[in-house]
């Protein structure tokens, strides 16, 4: 039997009067990737967050790696969130600090590795994601795919067991947004980690997602593979698949 490691049960969040999850159940098992799909505003990143303890539901349970999460206060969220890393939707790389210093603040920050080792270990992340050498630039001289790229290596850092994506290719030309695909794609293979995904690139979720749940009026109306999803999902989620994924 898989192992499950995300677990949403009966998970609602309101805010103020709009009813954004109503009462979603979810599960994640090890080695998936899920992507989660829905229109702008329907509750995708409040989904990712609830998942890593970052908004507490309203009411449901959380359960992340056997973590209570919906129960746990921020302290003791800290060694979940070493094995559960968080792309931002724009990547939030600190902007007084080269790109060493940003790859080296989580694993300074866990006490994962001593000073001396770091550099290596630096070194290693930018070659995961094909950027060797740019240590001691800064993120204002990077163009916006290698700031991605920064990100996604300082997600990596911690040898996370779960990845969420918030939109890894949003706002990045077509090119760039294909490099960055085919970089989670072979992350994937190579690693073996468990992710969820929220994008609207249809492109992105065919060649990573193994599944799709699509989020609709604070529910998931629709869950199964993708190549199913555009064929014989409900008219909502046909429709956005035929438009190509739909509003940004
Ligand atoms: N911290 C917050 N405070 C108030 N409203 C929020 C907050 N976070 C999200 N929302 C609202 O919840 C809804 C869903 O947001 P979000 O999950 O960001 O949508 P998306 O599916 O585009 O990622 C939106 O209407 C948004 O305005
Ligand atoms: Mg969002």
Redesign the pocket.
Known sequence: MSETLIELRAVSKA??E?Q?LDGVDLEVARGETVAIL??????????LKTINGLLSPDQGSVEVLGFPVSELEERALVPLRQRVSYLFQWGALFDSMTVAENLAFPILEHRRLSREEVPNRVAELLAMVQLEGIEALYPAELSGGMRKRVALARALALNPEIILYDEPTTGLDPVTARTIAQLIVGLHRHLGVTSVL?THEISLVNRVAGRVVF?HEGRFIYSGPPSDAAVNGPDTVREFFAAGGGDA
């Open positions: 805010f103020g709009a954004v829905g229109a702008s505003g329907s509750g995708k990143t409040v989904t929220v989020l």
